[in-house]
Each structure stands twice: as structure tokens, then as C-alpha cells.
């Protein structure tokens, strides 16, 4: 049974570009939550999707959005890239049935 | 907005030793888990712990949902209990996930 799954595992893009960043839940999971973490903080809710549509979101600028899938798989997309935006972007899938939520390898994002 | 207080931020211990960490949360909570991130980043779920005590082997967690807090107890510390331990919290005002600064501990062989 895989767990949930993230790629790339490490991205490097200069400021002013776009970025995709991609999760596969782990199996039976129908729930997918991003996060960013900045080195040496707790990650930071962006969103979490549910049947396809964004049912929560953090306090995260309208450049990052996202999309799941109908095999619950989903992407984040970060236009207009900020140095800011340098941060490990964590994937995390729980059910519905259970709010446990279980974490992907992180995809490590550099801005230059 | 709710606040998740980690304590202590850091914690030096011998191999062998015992240690609590506490989370701390301002407002009520859905649901409370801790994580434990290694060296490599990966975040691993302990416990998931709305309320109670749980054990899993030498980890065990208690949360005292009604005084707002929730404590991680780990006995004989190994050098792979190093990383950085996050309690995180789903509000019940918004349902959103909220996580601590964490407590980095470091185990010395």
C-alpha cells in the first residue's frame, strides 16, 4: 500500500515563473491538504480539497492555487514566484471516515 | 485566530533519558495530532489524540481537551528520537489545521 506521494522532490525556478507541484494520496484517501514550510518553522495551512473543490483555505495570496482530480490526486500551482516562496510544500491525505492525516516527502522548492 | 504553543523549543538529553513535551492551544479544538519530522523533513503521525491518553510503545500522549493542552511523553530516548516533534490542531471554530513552532530535540549518544 503506497503512501502518499509527492513530485518533484526538489525544484529550483527564478523569480516571475510558474511552478506545479504534484500529490498522489495514499490509498483510499479522498482528502488532500498542501502546506508550505519555511526552514526552521511548523508548515502553514494553504488548502485542503475535497470532491474536486477547495473546501478550506489558509491565509495564502490568490498566486497559489490548486486542483484535485477524480482519482483524488491533486496539484498546487504558485504563479508570479517570490523569493519568499523558497519553502519544503508538504501534501497530506486523510478521509473522510478518519481525520488522521498522513504526509507526503515534501517537494523542496528553491526561488532565485 | 487560535495559538499553538510548543514547549520547550529545544531539548538537549542524554541517551536513555525521559522527556515531556507540552502543546499548549488558546481556543477549542476538533481534533489534536503529533507529528514527529526527521532530519530529512518527512513528517510522521504519532498520535492522533482529540482527548485521552494513548501509548505506542515507549511514546505515549495525553490531551486534556478541557484545560487546552496536550502533553507527548517519550521514555528511553534513542539517537532516531532526534527531529522535530509539531502538535497540530484542527479548530473547531473553522475546522483548519494549525500547527505548533515544534520542540527540536536532539538525542546524544
Known amino acids: 500500500d503506497a503512501g502518499v506521494t509527492q513530485s518533484p522532490t526538489h525544484l529550483i525556478k527564478t523569480r516571475g515563473q510558474q511552478v506545479t507541484l504534484r500529490c498522489s494520496p495514499k490509498s483510499g484517501h479522498d482528502t488532500v491538504s498542501w502546506y508550505q514550510q519555511a526552514l526552521g518553522q511548523g508548515p502553514q495551512f494553504i488548502f485542503q480539497?475535497?470532491?474536486?473543490?477547495?473546501?478550506q483555505r489558509g491565509n495564502f495570496p490568490d498566486r497559489f492555487s490548486g486542483h484535485q482530480f477524480p482519482n483524488y490526486s491533486s496539484e498546487l500551482n504558485v504563479n508570479a514566484l517570490l523569493l519568499g516562496d523558497s519553502a519544503l510544500y508538504l501534501c497530506a491525505s486523510s478521509s473522510t471516515y478518519s481525520d488522521t492525516q498522513y504526509f507526503g516527502p515534501g517537494t523542496r522548492l528553491t526561488v532565485l | 485566530g487560535i495559538q499553538v504553543e510548543q514547549s520547550p523549543p529545544d531539548l538537549i538529553l542524554q541517551e536513555g533519558a525521559n522527556s515531556t513535551l507540552r502543546c499548549n492551544f488558546s481556543d477549542s479544538v476538533n481534533n489534536l495530532q503529533w507529528f514527529h519530522q526527521n532530519p530529512w523533513g518527512q513528517l510522521i503521525n504519532l498520535f492522533y489524540?482529540?482527548?485521552g491518553t494513548k501509548q505506542n510503545g515507549r511514546l505515549s500522549a495525553t490531551t486534556v481537551a478541557t484545560e487546552r493542552y496536550s502533553l507527548l511523553y517519550i521514555s528511553s530516548s534513542q539517537t532516531t528520537d532526534s527531529g522535530v516533534y509539531f502538535c497540530?490542531?484542527?479548530?473547531?471554530?473553522?475546522?483548519?489545521?494549525?500547527f505548533g513552532k515544534g520542540t527540536r530535540l536532539h538525542i546524544l549518544p
Open positions: 480539497y475535497y470532491e474536486e473543490e477547495e473546501r
Open positions: 489524540i482529540p482527548s
Open positions: 497540530a490542531v484542527e479548530t473547531a471554530r473553522d475546522d483548519k489545521i494549525i
